[in-house]
Structures are given as structure tokens and as C-alpha cells.
């Protein structure tokens, strides 16, 4: 999550001829940043940078593995989810990260019953492991700062941040889409708003989605979100005294979870923070999984 990118200007080719030039929502440049500063603070250059790193295509087979269930055509925009996918697909991709890696099939029926009350149909969990958990406590931890101190800060609006919910703001060109996808320990939910007409509404990820989000689980009892620490991983203070001027951590330090063995030069290992007592002892993931399907 400290890695180093470059938040700065960018030109790619578009298939027709053209050439697509990207910016940030903000329109400012802010040089070399964190990988964690671009998630939480939604920088748009930094993001396709990373993604042009590891390859488009492996980015579109990492989102079908989250559970999308689209052929996406691997264009560099994609990087920014300038594609069309639902609610429900979006909520598909968002469970696997609140399953802890877990692929768990959404359903709108858990039973079918029959006219005398006999069960004669139950679909059970089908559950498949798809990514490491270690990979996902990472990407976990993430966006609780997108929630805590990003661009969905403003939740603490209508959530207590005891609740430690995570999630991430969406915003599309010209404000024609406000997306919100989150969840804390027990409920899970993905706001969009929009025109049918595709015109702009003047709204953000923050400013819209995220507001009714806020509002729908300020009225629910929900859980707060307890990431559960898997075997595997490192604690280190990372200081970051190499990044822009204009990057907002820079000078600063943070303690960071890492797979074991990619601690970055310069970082200092720690013990793992404090687990909760008994009290407040982390469910297991069978436990997770029944509150999340309680079927």
C-alpha cells in the first residue's frame, strides 16, 4: 500500500484514432503519491498508472474473479469502471471482499415453500475461496480509510466511526453517475443515482450515493466491521518522506499491514496490534458468513 505512483497528466490511443486524456476529478496533478493516498482519495491518474503496471486484462480477469459476470473488452478506461455493470452486479463484487475472499452467490430466494407450508426447495451456501485473505485484509483496510478519513468521510454524518464501515465513493464524467458501495460486519448495500436520460445530476459519489447509503444503514441494528487479522501478514511504520509536495502524506507516517515478505526499505517491522479481548472476540468466518445468509 506504500508503493509509489505518479499522479501526473496522461495520454493514451483510443482503437479509433483518438486519444483519450484522463484527469482527476479534483484537476490537479499531485505528483508521486501513495497506492494507498489514490484509493482513498480517488486519484484517477495515480489509479490507471498502477493499472498499466500490472496489465488491463489482468485487472478485468481480478474483477470476473470478484464475481462479475461480463465479457469486458480490456480498453484502459476500464480502469476507472467506465463500463456499465448493475447494482447487483457491483454488490456481487463488494460481497467477495466483505466474505474475506470468499465467492458467496447473492440470491433473492433462500426457500420455496408450498401451499400446505412444506419446504420443498432450499438453496444452501455455495461458498468458493478465490483469493487470499491476506490480499484482502489489505484491500479491506483500505477502504475503512476511504471511510475514515477519504472520500467518504463524510459518513460520519449519519454513522459512528466505532461502526469502522468500509467502502468507496464512484463519480463518472460530467457527474451522470453517484455510486456508493460499503459494508460493515453484517450488511452490505450499493446505492447509485442517475438519470434515465444519462444527463448529468450534479452529484458525486459523496455528495449523492452516498448520503442515501448513509441514511439506509443509520436505520438498520448493523455490526461494526471487525476486519479479522489472517496468518500471513507483517505490521510496519512506513514513513513517507519521499513522495510530492502535493501528496497528503507526505512527511508523514503510518502503520501498515503487509504480506509477509514485501515490507518496503526503509519501513520498520511491529508487533501486530492488540486483537480484542474475549469480549469482543473477531467471529470466524462461518459465523460471518450466517449473519451475512442467515438461511
Do not use: C
Not at 483510443?14 to 501513495?34: E, I, L, Q, S, Y
Not at 496489465?55 to 474473479?65: D, I, P, R, Y
Not at 510496519?236 to 508523514?252: C, I, L, M, Q, T
Not at 508487533?271 to 467471529?283: D, G
Request: without cysteine; glycine residues 10%; proline residues 7%.
Amino acid at each position: 500500500m506504500s508503493t509509489p505512483l505518479e499522479d501526473m497528466p496522461i495520454n493514451l490511443p483510443n482503437p479509433g484514432g483518438d486519444v483519450w486524456t484522463p484527469d482527476n476529478f479534483d484537476h490537479k496533478h499531485h505528483g508521486r503519491v501513495a497506492m494507498l493516498e489514490a484509493l482513498v482519495f480517488s486519484y484517477n491518474l495515480a489509479t490507471i498508472k498502477a493499472g498499466l503496471d500490472v496489465g488491463v486484462e489482468a485487472v478485468v480477469q481480478t474483477v470476473k474473479m470478484l464475481g462479475a459476470d461480463e465479457d469486458f473488452v480490456p480498453y484502459p478506461s476500464f480502469l476507472l469502471g467506465a463500463v456499465s455493470m448493475s447494482t447487483l452486479e457491483v454488490a456481487q463484487i463488494y460481497q467477495t471482499f466483505a466474505s474475506e475472499g470468499f465467492y458467496v452467490p447473492q440470491r433473492s430466494i433462500n426457500s420455496v415453500m408450498g401451499p400446505d407450508n412444506r419446504l420443498l426447495k432450499r438453496y444452501g451456501l455455495s461458498i468458493e475461496q478465490r483469493f487470499d485473505p491476506q490480499y484482502i485484509f489489505l484491500i479491506n483496510t483500505a477502504l475503512q480509510r476511504v471511510v475514515s478519513q477519504g472520500t467518504g468521510a463524510s459518513l460520519s454524518h449519519y454513522l459512528p466511526a466505532s461502526l469502522l464501515a468500509a467502502g468507496k465513493t464512484g463519480t463518472s464524467d460530467d457527474m451522470r453517475d453517484s455510486w456508493f458501495a460499503g459494508f460493515t460486519g453484517d450488511r452490505l448495500a450499493v446505492v447509485w443515482l442517475g438519470a434515465d436520460d444519462n444527463r448529468s445530476i450534479g452529484l458525486t459519489g459523496s455528495s449523492g450515493a452516498l448520503e442515501v447509503w448513509g441514511r439506509v444503514m443509520a436505520g438498520l441494528d448493523t455490526q461494526p466491521l471487525d476486519l479479522r487479522e489472517p496468518p500471513g501478514l507483517d505490521w510496519a511504520r512506513v514513513y513517507f518522506n519521499e513522495y510530492g509536495k502535493d501528496s497528503r502524506v507526505n512527511g508523514k507516517s503510518e502503520l501498515l499491514p503487509f504480506v509477509k515478505g514485501t515490507i518496503p526499505t526503509g519501513a520498520y517491522k511491529v508487533l501486530s496490534p492488540a486483537l480484542p479481548t474475549e469480549k469482543h472476540r473477531r467471529p470466524d468466518l462461518l459465523e460471518r458468513l450466517r449473519k451475512w445468509f442467515p438461511w
